[in-house]
C-alpha cells in the first residue's frame, strides 16, 4: 500500500493572538486526511509545522515511516525556514496544497464582523495562497522539484489533480517493484522491438528475469490431468469457448496455462514479454503454440504478458494495468478513411477484462508470421474512452511515454480470431498514424480504457522522464 506523508504548515505566533485560529486549520488538514485516504492510501499525518524544531522532527517521522511521497499544506501564511528542513531531509516527491477553505471570502459576513482583530484572524483562515510564492522561490533556489495544487478544498479539480498523483505514485511504486520476465527471444528482424533492458532498469527501477524456455517446459512436463481438468473448467467460466475447439487443443492449451501459472508464482513475477519458435523441436512447437490462452489469464489477473518479446511494450501494458484501465497488446490493423476510424488488435494475449462482452476462444489453422496453429482470442475492447500507451526509446537513448485518446466505437471488425477494435481520435486518421509514427514508437502500444494522459503526464513528470500527448 502506498504511504503518504502529511503535514501542515503554519506560524506559531499566530495561535495567543487569534483564538481558535490553530484548532480551525488543524480541522482543515484532518478533513484532506480522511479524503486522501478514501483513494486506498495510507496516510502518516505529521500534524502542523510552525516552528524549526517541529520541522526537524516532522522529517524524522517521514523517514522512519518510509513514506513513498509527501503532501504540505499551506494552512495559513508560514515561515519557509519551518518548510525547507522537511523537504530537504526526506527526499521523495514532494506536492504543495495550497487550498483555501472555500470558494471565495463572504465579504458582507467578514466585514460584518466589525472587530479588527476577529476580522484578522478570520483573513489569516483564508491567506494560503500568501506563501506560495515564498515557499517556490525558496524550493527553487534549494533546486528541490515539487508540484503545487491551487484551488479550495471541496473543489472537483483539486481532488482529481491529488487522487492523479496518487495513481501516479502508485504505478511509480509498483512498476520500481516490479519482476520482468524475459523467456525466448525477439521476433527475428523487428529492429523497432529490441529493448535496452539497462535503461528500462534504470528509468522505471524494474527488474529483468531472463527465464529458460527449457524451464517452462520442465514445469509444463510436470502438470497433472487433475491440474489440467480445472484449468479447462476455467477457460469456459472466463471465455467463450467456441464449439469449433477441439477437446485435445482445449487440453494442450490448459496444461500450458497451469505451467505458466506455476512459472510466473516459481519467479515471482508481475508482467513478462515472450517470443520462441521452437524450430524443428515438436515438444517446444508444441508448448509455444498453447501459450496465448494461459497468458490471457494471466494479463486479466495484473501480469500483463506482450508477444513478440516486446518489453517495452509490456511495461506501458503494466503501466495501465496498475491504473485499473486494463492495457491490452496491440498493434495498427487498418485505416478506414471512409469512417475516420483505426483498427487495433493483435493475435496474442489480450486484458479480458477490457473486453465488450465475454472474450471468445476460437481456433486458428494457422499463426500468421509464426510456425503452427491453436488457440487464438477473439476480443473487442469495450465501447468507450481508451488512451493508448507506448514506451519509447530514442536515439539518444532516453526513454519517454507516449499516448493518445481517443474512443472505442461499435462497428465491422474483422473476424480472424485476433483482438480487434474500432478506434475514433479528435484528429484525421492521416494525422494520427501520421502524427503517432513520428514520435517513435515501436509498433505495438499497450489500450487501456479511460482516459488517463494527464496521470500518465505525472508518471513521467515524477520519473524525469518526458511525456508526448499526440491527442
Not at 194 to 214: K, M, N, R, V
Given at each position: 500500500?502506498?504511504?503518504?506523508?502529511?503535514?501542515?504548515?503554519?506560524?506559531?505566533?499566530?495561535?495567543?493572538?487569534?483564538?481558535?485560529?490553530?484548532?480551525?486549520?488543524?480541522?482543515?488538514?484532518?478533513?484532506?486526511?480522511?479524503?486522501?485516504?478514501?483513494?486506498?492510501?495510507?496516510?502518516?499525518?505529521?500534524?502542523m509545522?510552525?516552528?524549526?524544531?517541529?520541522?526537524?522532527?516532522?522529517?524524522?517521522?517521514?523517514?522512519?515511516?518510509?513514506?513513498?511521497?509527501?503532501?504540505?499544506?499551506?494552512?495559513?501564511?508560514?515561515?519557509?525556514?519551518?518548510?525547507?528542513?522537511?523537504?530537504q531531509?526526506?527526499?521523495?516527491?514532494?506536492?504543495?496544497?495550497?487550498?483555501?477553505?472555500?470558494?471565495?471570502?463572504?465579504?458582507?459576513?467578514?466585514?460584518?464582523?466589525?472587530?479588527?482583530?476577529?476580522m484578522?484572524?478570520?483573513?489569516?483562515?483564508h491567506?494560503?495562497?500568501c506563501?506560495?510564492?515564498?515557499?517556490?522561490?525558496?524550493f527553487?533556489?534549494?533546486?528541490?522539484?515539487?508540484?503545487?495544487?491551487?484551488?479550495?478544498?471541496?473543489?472537483?479539480?483539486?481532488?482529481?489533480?491529488?487522487?492523479?498523483?496518487?495513481?501516479?505514485f502508485?504505478?511509480?511504486k509498483?512498476?520500481?517493484?516490479?519482476?520482468?520476465?524475459?523467456?525466448?527471444?525477439?521476433?527475428?528482424?523487428?529492429?523497432?522491438?529490441y529493448s535496452?533492458l539497462?535503461?528500462?532498469a534504470?528509468?522505471?527501477?524494474?527488474?529483468?528475469e531472463?527465464?529458460?524456455?527449457?524451464?517452462?517446459?520442465?514445469?509444463?512436463?510436470?502438470?497433472?490431468?487433475?491440474?489440467i481438468l480445472?484449468?479447462?473448467?476455467?477457460?469456459?467460466?472466463?471465455?467463450?469457448?467456441?464449439?469449433?475447439?477441439?477437446?485435445?487443443?482445449?487440453?494442450?492449451?490448459?496444461?500450458?496455462s497451469?505451467?505458466?501459472?506455476?512459472?510466473?508464482?516459481?519467479?515471482?513475477?508481475?508482467?513478462?514479454?515472450?517470443?520462441?519458435?521452437?524450430?524443428?523441436?515438436l515438444?517446444?512447437?508444441?508448448?509455444?503454440?498453447?501459450?496465448?490462452?494461459?497468458f490471457?489469464?494471466?494479463?486479466?489477473?495484473?501480469?500483463?504478458?506482450?508477444?513478440?518479446?516486446?518489453?517495452?511494450n509490456?511495461?506501458a501494458?503494466?503501466?495501465?494495468?496498475?491504473?485499473?484501465?486494463?492495457?491490452?497488446?496491440?498493434?495498427?490493423?487498418a485505416?478506414?478513411?471512409?469512417?475516420?476510424?483505426?483498427?487495433?488488435?493483435?493475435?496474442?494475449?489480450?486484458?479480458f477484462?477490457?473486453?465488450?462482452?465475454?472474450?471468445g476462444?476460437?481456433?486458428?489453422?494457422v499463426?500468421?508470421?509464426?510456425?503452427?496453429?491453436?488457440?487464438?482470442?477473439?476480443?473487442?475492447v469495450?465501447?468507450?474512452?481508451?488512451?493508448?500507451?507506448?514506451?519509447?526509446?530514442?536515439g539518444?537513448?532516453?526513454?519517454?511515454?507516449?499516448?493518445?485518446?481517443?474512443?472505442?466505437?461499435?462497428?465491422?471488425?474483422?473476424?480472424?480470431?485476433?483482438?480487434?477494435?474500432?478506434?475514433k481520435?479528435?484528429?484525421?486518421?492521416?494525422?494520427?498514424?501520421?502524427?503517432?509514427?513520428?514520435?517513435?514508437?515501436s509498433?505495438?502500444?499497450?489500450i487501456?480504457?479511460?482516459?488517463?494522459?494527464?496521470?500518465?503526464?505525472?508518471?513521467?513528470?515524477?520519473?524525469?522522464?518526458?511525456?508526448?500527448?499526440?491527442?
Amino acid at each position: 500500500m502506498l504511504k503518504v506523508g502529511l503535514f501542515g504548515i503554519g506560524l506559531d505566533t499566530y495561535w495567543p493572538q487569534f483564538k481558535g485560529l490553530q484548532e480551525r486549520l488543524i480541522g482543515y488538514q484532518e478533513r484532506i486526511t480522511r479524503k486522501i485516504q478514501d483513494f486506498e492510501v495510507e496516510v502518516i499525518n505529521a500534524g502542523m509545522v510552525d516552528n524549526p524544531f517541529k520541522a526537524n522532527s516532522t522529517a524524522e517521522v517521514f523517514n522512519k515511516e518510509n513514506v513513498d511521497c509527501i503532501f504540505l499544506f499551506i494552512s495559513t501564511y508560514a515561515l519557509s525556514h519551518n518548510v525547507l528542513p522537511v523537504v530537504q531531509k526526506t527526499k521523495v516527491p514532494l506536492i504543495v496544497l495550497n487550498l483555501q477553505p472555500v470558494k471565495a471570502i463572504d465579504y458582507q459576513k467578514f466585514n460584518a464582523i466589525g472587530d479588527r482583530g476577529k476580522m484578522t484572524g478570520e483573513w489569516l483562515a483564508h491567506c494560503q495562497s500568501c506563501v506560495a510564492p515564498e515557499i517556490a522561490s525558496v524550493f527553487n533556489r534549494a533546486n528541490i522539484k515539487f508540484y503545487l495544487i491551487s484551488g479550495y478544498l471541496d473543489e472537483d479539480y483539486v481532488w482529481n489533480e491529488i487522487g492523479e498523483f496518487i495513481d501516479a505514485f502508485k504505478v511509480i511504486k509498483t512498476i520500481r517493484n516490479n519482476r520482468v520476465g524475459v523467456m525466448g527471444h525477439y521476433y527475428n528482424g523487428m529492429l523497432d522491438v529490441y529493448s535496452d533492458l539497462t535503461q528500462q532498469a534504470a528509468t522505471f527501477g524494474s527488474h529483468f528475469e531472463i527465464i529458460e524456455f527449457g524451464t517452462l517446459k520442465n514445469v509444463r512436463d510436470n502438470v497433472s490431468e487433475n491440474e489440467i481438468l480445472h484449468k479447462i473448467k476455467e477457460f469456459k467460466q472466463v471465455f467463450e469457448v467456441s464449439s469449433e475447439c477441439d477437446n485435445k487443443e482445449l487440453e494442450r492449451a490448459a496444461k500450458t496455462s497451469e505451467a505458466l501459472d506455476k512459472l510466473v508464482e516459481k519467479f515471482k513475477l508481475g508482467s513478462l514479454a515472450y517470443y520462441y519458435e521452437g524450430d524443428g523441436d515438436l515438444a517446444y512447437e508444441n508448448i509455444v503454440t498453447s501459450l496465448i490462452p494461459g497468458f490471457t489469464l494471466l494479463t486479466g489477473k495484473n501480469v500483463p504478458v506482450a508477444g513478440e518479446c516486446e518489453i517495452k511494450n509490456v511495461q506501458a501494458m503494466k503501466i495501465m494495468d496498475i491504473l485499473g484501465s486494463g492495457g491490452s497488446f496491440s498493434e495498427f490493423y487498418a485505416l478506414d478513411f471512409e469512417e475516420e476510424v483505426i483498427l487495433l488488435g493483435h493475435d496474442g494475449p489480450a486484458h479480458f477484462k477490457i473486453a465488450q462482452g465475454k472474450v471468445g476462444l476460437v481456433p486458428l489453422p494457422v499463426y500468421h508470421g509464426k510456425p503452427g496453429k491453436g488457440l487464438s482470442i477473439q476480443m473487442k475492447v469495450a465501447n468507450g474512452p481508451v488512451t493508448l500507451l507506448s514506451v519509447c526509446q530514442n536515439g539518444k537513448g532516453e526513454v519517454y511515454l507516449l499516448t493518445a485518446e481517443g474512443e472505442s466505437i461499435d462497428g465491422p471488425t474483422l473476424q480472424i480470431g485476433n483482438t480487434n477494435s474500432r478506434y475514433k481520435f479528435s484528429i484525421s486518421v492521416r494525422e494520427f498514424i501520421n502524427n503517432w509514427s513520428m514520435a517513435g514508437p515501436s509498433h505495438h502500444c499497450a489500450i487501456g480504457i479511460g482516459h488517463k494522459s494527464s496521470t500518465i503526464k505525472k508518471i513521467a513528470d515524477v520519473l524525469n522522464i518526458k511525456h508526448v500527448k499526440i491527442c
